[in-house]
């Protein structure tokens, strides 16, 4: 009986075994499907996690876009330009008030071919003509300088003599508004015409002008005879007084002659 017991012990030891066996084998199942959905979590959450990575190119095409947004950023620059471009303007009337042609104002000098011309006789009709009033007129609107006296010739051509100036030109230049005019005066015959003397003949006055450091400018001022004379008498007497801002200033000492 003890031996039937015995044997019917081992059998029931053995299916406990069994059940112990498959039991732990469960869990060792259970455990390693833990670990591998948590491997997988892990790895689902990793694309997660690395978006900041892939972020990056977003990024990098942000700083790639970064001159376009911030264009207005630039503007600085622009704005320190522009003051540089006003700096020439103010140094362009500075504290020396001249320009290259040292005048003594912040004009240029006038130039020939920018001054309209035009003569006018002062002697009464039936006078023998000596006095004549030279005017230029600034053919543009930018004012000019004309210094001292005009360097005046009673006959065409840089041979011809040289008038002399009635006194010490005005040493004062006279500023020509754009539009505005100036004025010489010329006394141009001494003699009395009339017996068998022969005198010079001249058909037009010309002039050159003089530069505000004193040098002769380069062009040709040509003053044509008014009409009703093709010509008229000259001689050493002749003199010019100018320029003048005004008729008055041109004329007053030309007709003390």
Known sequence: MNSKTAGAGAPRRRLRGAVLGAAVVAALLTTTACQESDG???AAASPTASAPSAASPSGSASAGRAPASTAPATAAPTGDSGTGTAGPSATGTGDSGETGGGNGTEYADCEADGLNTAVELQDAAGETPRRFLLTVTNASKTPCVLNEAPILRLRAGNDAPIVETLGEPDSEPVVVE?????YAGLYVFGNDEGGEA???QSDRFTATLVAGEGTELR???VFDLPDGL???SVDDAARVN???GTEGLAMRPITQL
Request: proline share 0%; aromatic share 10%; net charge negative.
């Open 230 to 232: 093709d010509t008229v």
């Open 178 to 182: 754009g539009g505005g005019k100036a």
């Open 242 to 244: 100018g320029w003048a």
């Open 40 to 42: 997988d979590t892990g």
């Open 219 to 221: 062009g040709t001022l």
């Open 198 to 200: 022969v005198y010079d």
